[in-house]
């Protein structure tokens, strides 16, 4: 039995073109995980989620070994889910998941979305995190001195701010208020200093790629925000790290198969904080080094999503 599985984008898939995405990394990244894919039987359809429908696209891109083809009424086994949540999505990503196998399923996508919600599962590893009015925002300032705010649904960093004062504050609907984690004293994990964070890649519970972010230009460390990239052996991750990657696990436990990311922040006593839960950390490789490291993440995800599938 071939598989098929469907990938679900946003923005990033328009429809337009002759090849699927926009960016041409992007294409490239997504044309050798169709290759892998074929050498486990499965056929790799991309496509907006718009397309979608009762277990169907009704238009999508295929890899055929040198371009990209355009198909129609794809009938779908899996659905790798890269696409936004919001209000907008929340019932059409129920849906999928009621008619089809889903990675990531709801559930774990809700808690990495929703930064209320991540601080409320996993309270002993997240910095206090509340609903930003002014009592929230003053009595974080009061114990830290500096505040980070950030919108309660988003992710890679986008709208945070750091403030030390509560003129600063502006109120805002979904807006949180966190404790501020410093990181600018490095850590010696990694033999480096300045502002960074760290991410681990979690397959199935299991770590499968890491890298370190550093930001010389702002406290707020993040690839997208224009911060640097490292990546480091998974066999590096401190101790410390592990244990928390562990609990999370724990908390997906009943999951039969998942796919997230955990971005952690070291304090001045070296405590890992988890300052994001990402449901789609980016298979995207854009040189030889993130090439090496993200193909045989792409190899375990096509084995998750084909024993979906076949399950």
């Known amino acids: 039995m071939t598989v098929s599985i469907g990938v679900l984008w946003d923005y990033e898939i328009d429809h337009e073109g002759d090849e699927p995405m926009k960016k041409d990394d992007g294409n490239r990244s997504y044309a050798r995980f169709s290759e892998l894919a074929a050498d486990e ?10 397309k979608y429908s009762d277990g169907k696209l009704s238009e999508s891109y295929k890899w055929n070994g040198e371009n990209w083809e355009r198909k129609k009424d794809i009938e779908l086994d899996v659905v790798f889910d890269k696409f936004k949540f919001d209000e907008t999505t929340v019932e059409l990503k129920k849906n999928i998941q009621s008619e089809l196998p889903m990675l990531n399923a709801f559930g774990l996508e809700e808690v990495c979305k929703d930064k209320l919600l991540t601080y409320q599962s996993f309270p002993e590893f997240v910095p206090e995190t509340a609903l930003a009015d002014k009592e929230t925002v003053r009595k974080v300032l009061e114990k830290d001195g ?40 490095g850590t010696p994990h990694f033999d480096f200093e ?11 519970g299991e770590p499968v790629a890491c890298y370190y972010r550093l930001n010389e230009a702002s406290d707020l460390a993040n690839v997208s925000m224009g911060g640097s990239r490292k990546f480091v052996d998974v066999d590096e991750i401190p101790e410390t790290v592990l244990d928390l990657i562990e609990t999370v696990s724990n908390g997906f436990s009943e999951l039969d198969h998942t796919m997230y990311s955990v ?49």
């Open 41 to 50: 039987n499965a056929e790799v359809y991309m496509a907006n989620y718009r």
């Open 146 to 185: 500096k505040a980070i705010l950030k919108p309660r649904f988003g992710s890679e960093g986008m709208e945070v701010r750091l403030i030390d004062s509560l003129e600063e504050f502006e109120p805002a609907d979904n807006l949180l208020v966190q404790r501020y984690v410093d990181p600018s004293g």
């Open 194 to 204: 300045g502002a960074h964070d760290f991410r681990v890649m979690i397959a199935d």
């Open 263 to 311: 971005d952690v922040m070291f304090d001045s006593e070296m405590n890992p904080w988890i300052i994001e839960l990402s449901s789609k950390p980016g298979l995207v490789f854009d040189d030889e080094d993130s090439e090496k490291r993200k193909v045989p993440v792409m190899e375990k995800v096509i084995r998750m999503l084909v024993d979906m599938a076949q399950s």
